[in-house]
């Protein structure tokens, strides 16, 4: 008898609202949203334009609810960028040094 091991796929650890978009997800998108609002009323405090503030709130909803949206690898944007910033940060600088390895030279 072979013994085989068996590696689920698709599994996920948590309940989602749809599809890559669960808790989580939705807390990182309402807080992109509010600082969308923020911005959206510094821009009608500014302007006074009804509409530009409305398409500015609706384009902030939209991108983070698309930002915070993980797709098939399982990583959203938000967490391509967190990986990133982590790998930058983690990256040490070793300058090399030449010795006389083999002698005079």
Request: aromatic share 12%; charged share 15%.
């Amino acid at each position: 008898m072979e013994d085989k091991l068996y590696i689920p796929m698709g599994v996920k650890p948590d309940n989602e609202l749809f599809a890559g978009f669960g808790k989580k997800q939705l807390f990182q998108a309402i807080i992109g949203s509010l600082f969308g609002g923020v911005v959206a009323m510094l821009i009608w405090l500014i302007s006074g334009s009804v509409t530009t503030t409305v398409i500015i709130i609706l384009a902030f909803i939209i991108g983070s609810v698309m930002m915070t949206t993980k797709d098939q690898s399982n990583l959203s944007v938000v967490d391509q960028v967190n990986n990133m910033v982590r790998f930058a940060r983690g990256q040490k600088h070793y300058p090399y040094k030449y010795g006389k390895e083999w002698g005079a030279f």
